[in-house]
């Protein structure tokens, strides 16, 4: 008889077909195992973007109202749990912050280790300072703090998260 074999923990991400019907069948299976790398640089970059563009699970996103409208989102965090598990080793600095007289600007780079050396990608984030608001009838104009968070904080989250997409994070529907 032959000796049982050695099983490594796997994870299953689910793969939804975004192609024409008759593309699909050209398309992975639905359900593929993926082994995470175990070391920094043990993927290629078409790895690691072929793990990050799958659709994220709900439960990483959360949700916001903004202009009457319920958003869906992936906090900064939920993007570290990813990254942290498909591109150990990755790596974040912000480039600059520049301050206009209404907005702040953050510029990052996102780095990731591979077998092909490190690859990185450059985003920009953005968030208001103040609100402004002006009374159509009355013409008086009124400046409040930002509701949530601080500008800084937020553009950088923004940025990061916008150099994560840049690397297929997210940029498949969340299922």
């Given at each position: 008889?032959?000796?049982?074999?050695?099983?490594?923990?796997?994870?299953?991400?689910?793969?939804?077909?975004?192609?024409?019907?008759?593309?699909?069948?050209?398309?992975?299976?639905?359900?593929?195992?993926?082994?995470?790398?175990?070391?920094?640089?043990?993927?290629?970059?078409?790895?690691?973007?072929?793990?990050?563009?799958?659709?994220?699970?709900?439960?990483?996103?959360?949700?916001?109202?903004?202009?009457?409208?319920?958003?869906?989102?992936?906090?900064?965090?939920?993007?570290?749990?990813?990254?942290?598990?498909?591109?150990i080793?990755?790596?974040?600095?912000v480039?600059?912050?520049?301050?206009?007289?209404?907005?702040?600007?953050?510029?990052?780079?996102?780095?990731?280790?591979?077998?092909?050396?490190?690859?990185?990608?450059?985003?920009?984030?953005?968030?208001?300072?103040?609100?402004?608001?002006?009374?159509?009838?009355?013409?008086?104009?009124?400046?409040?703090?930002?509701?949530?968070?601080?500008?800084?904080?937020?553009?950088?989250?923004?940025?990061?998260?916008?150099?994560?997409?840049?690397?297929?994070?997210?940029?498949?529907?969340?299922?």
């Amino acid at each position: 008889m032959n000796a049982p074999a050695q099983i490594k923990p796997k994870t299953i991400l689910a793969a939804v077909p975004t192609a024409a019907p008759q593309q699909i069948a050209q398309q992975p299976p639905i359900a593929e195992i993926i082994t995470p790398p175990s070391r920094p640089g043990e993927w290629t970059i078409a790895q690691i973007i072929t793990a990050l563009s799958r659709p994220l699970p709900k439960s990483i996103t959360a949700t916001r109202n903004q202009g009457g409208k319920q958003l869906t989102f992936v906090p900064w965090h939920s993007v570290n749990r990813v990254l942290d598990k498909y591109a150990i080793g990755w790596s974040w600095q912000v480039l600059s912050v520049t301050l206009s007289a209404d907005r702040v600007f953050v510029a990052g780079r996102l780095t990731i280790p591979t077998c092909d050396g490190d690859v990185s990608r450059d985003a920009i984030g953005t968030e208001e300072l103040k609100e402004v608001k002006t009374d159509l009838k009355t013409g008086e104009v009124t400046i409040k703090e930002r509701a949530y968070g601080d500008p800084s904080s937020n553009a950088e989250s923004m940025c990061f998260r916008r150099a994560a997409a840049r690397f297929g994070l997210g940029a498949v529907s969340i299922r």
